[in-house]
């Protein structure tokens, strides 16, 4: 929405100076819309996009030194203690809560999904058994886009539609199967009786040797989990997934390309590196040396699970996350897990320090995480293959909305050149030694 009011910005160049709208939102920080400076011949410049709003969204809003974080209007913490994935998934894609029959009939649409093509196979078939799961995610929900050619025409809502749900369908199959080919399982087919959380740790855990029956605590703890990684406005991931469709590229490919930048260990990777530094501290005692190893600016470690680029305040999802550990824990019988004290230990100590305090460094989504989810008996490299599958609700409709935004083009960052000026080729005889 535009407001009332420019900002005008005087380069004192000799030329008028050039009045620049203010836009806002219904929530949030205002905007200064930059797009005239183009004209005048010039760019912001805004490495790591702190400062830099790549589009509008209805989808999500965070607020950062708050705390806070809504989809669609309704805070975290009431989706994530009163709702369920599918409802989420549902009310991110459409934008509202579903009726009793909508959700009765996009589950419908999502478990009639679940299933991959049988020349899938083949291609996992392709990795090397020991390919990390992450790798192998990315590689064959790329692969998918060869299985649906429907899905190119990104122009029409239906087909839209139909990729969306596919892909929501679809992750937890190749997630499953990702980590079933690295151990030499046999693939467990989705089961359209069970629900989707219920689904995954079925085809994750079952052998086709006997009946395998999954815990409801766990099933239900597992779905908290994927309503709190289901989507988290223009991150680096989804962001990559906006620009990689900006071009109208298929779905499937963009997903993957997301997919792709969540791996990296400061995005989605972090709850695998939280997990291993965990193991490294192997003890109470050795937390003020991991303190002061982060603190030490010589040294490139950083306390994993710790500071975010938006909440400079507790992540609203690292509390229902640590509630969330208590309860499995505590189902489980495992609350003498030495891991687990070793995160509380770590997380006292940080949050009482100097550099953490000023800095605004608390803990992020990805503390706890790795700790419930190996009690739920997920090994650490399947950690960020879980993300991605519970991101795919935010990244199909994120890519949606982009796509029928009226002010869509294709994303075409530019850039300040520091390179060499003009200059002649040199022979490779005149070059020297
Ligand atoms: N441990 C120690 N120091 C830190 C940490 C940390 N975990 N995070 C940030 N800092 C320091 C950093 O060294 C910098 O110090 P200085 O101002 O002296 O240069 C300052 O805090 C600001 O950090 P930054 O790297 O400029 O902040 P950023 O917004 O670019 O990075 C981050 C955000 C999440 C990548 C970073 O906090 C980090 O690396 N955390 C650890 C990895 C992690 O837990 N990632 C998961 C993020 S949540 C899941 C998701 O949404 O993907």
Same mark, same amino acid.
């Given at each position: ?20 709208? &203010? ?19 010039? /760019? ?34 009431? %989706? ?7 409802? &989420? ?32 196979? +083949? ?20 692969? %998918? ?25 679809? &992750? ?34 079952? +052998? ?6 999954? !815990? ?11 309503? %709190? ?10 962001? +990559? ?7 109208? @590229? ?68 690292? !509390?229902?996350?640590?509630? +969330? ?15 687990? !004290? ?17 800095? !605004? ?5 990805? /503390? ?6 190996? @009690? ?13 599958? @519970?991101?795919?609700?935010? *990244?199909?409709?994120? *890519? ?34």
């Amino acid at each position: 929405m535009k407001e009332n009011r420019t900002v005008t910005l005087d380069l004192k160049n000799g030329q008028p100076p050039i009045e620049l709208p &203010v836009m806002s939102g219904t929530l949030g920080t205002p905007v200064i819309d930059v797009r005239a400076l183009a004209q005048h011949g010039y /760019f912001t410049f805004d490495p790591g996009f702190t400062a830099t709003a790549s589009c509008a969204s209805s989808i999500t809003y965070i607020d950062g030194e708050a705390g806070l974080l809504y989809h669609r209007g309704y805070p975290i913490e009431q %989706l994530a203690y009163e709702s369920d994935f599918m409802e &989420v998934s549902y009310l991110l894609l459409y934008g509202e809560l579903p009726t009793a029959q909508q959700k009765v009939d996009f589950e419908q649409a999502i478990t009639h999904h679940g299933m991959l093509h049988d020349q899938v196979v +083949t291609v996992f078939r392709g990795f090397r058994r020991d390919a990390h799961p992450m790798a192998v995610m990315i590689g064959v929900t790329g692969a %998918l886009s060869s299985f649906y050619p429907d899905a190119h025409d990104v122009f029409d809502p239906r087909s839209r539609e139909i990729s969306a749900h596919r892909l929501i369908a679809k &992750v937890p199959s190749i997630a499953a199967w990702a980590y079933k080919y690295n151990i030499g399982e046999p693939f467990i087919y989705p089961q359209n009786r069970m629900a989707y959380a219920e689904n995954f740790l079925h085809m994750l855990h079952a +052998t086709p040797c006997e009946p395998y029956e999954v !815990k409801p605590v766990l099933a239900r703890a597992l779905d908290r989990i994927f309503i %709190l990684h289901a989507d988290h406005e223009q991150n680096a991931s989804t962001s +990559t997934v906006r620009l990689a469709g900006s071009s109208g @590229a298929t779905p499937f490919a963009c997903v993957a390309a997301g997919m792709a930048s969540l791996w990296g260990p400061l995005h989605g990777g972090a709850n695998e590196a939280v997990l291993k530094m965990l193991e490294e501290i192997d003890d109470v005692k050795n937390i003020p040396a991991v303190i002061q190893r982060a603190k030490d600016k010589a040294d490139r470690f950083r306390l994993m699970g710790f500071g975010h680029r938006i909440y400079k305040n507790f992540d609203p999802r690292a !509390k229902v996350m640590r509630e +969330t550990c208590h309860e499995v824990l505590d189902a489980l019988d495992l609350m003498d897990d030495p891991q687990f !004290k070793i995160a509380m230990e770590l997380e006292r100590i940080a949050l009482q320090d100097d550099y953490f305090i000023a800095k !605004k460094l608390y803990p992020n989504v990805d /503390f706890y995480s790795g700790i419930v989810l190996r @009690a739920l008996g997920i090994p650490s490299s399947m950690f960020t293959v879980l993300f991605a599958l @519970a991101r795919t609700a935010g *990244w199909v409709a994120q *890519w949606n909305e982009m796509l029928t935004d009226p002010a869509h083009r294709i994303g075409r960052p530019r850039q300040q050149y520091t390179g060499p000026t003009r200059r002649d080729y040199v022979p490779m005889t005149k070059r020297g030694a």
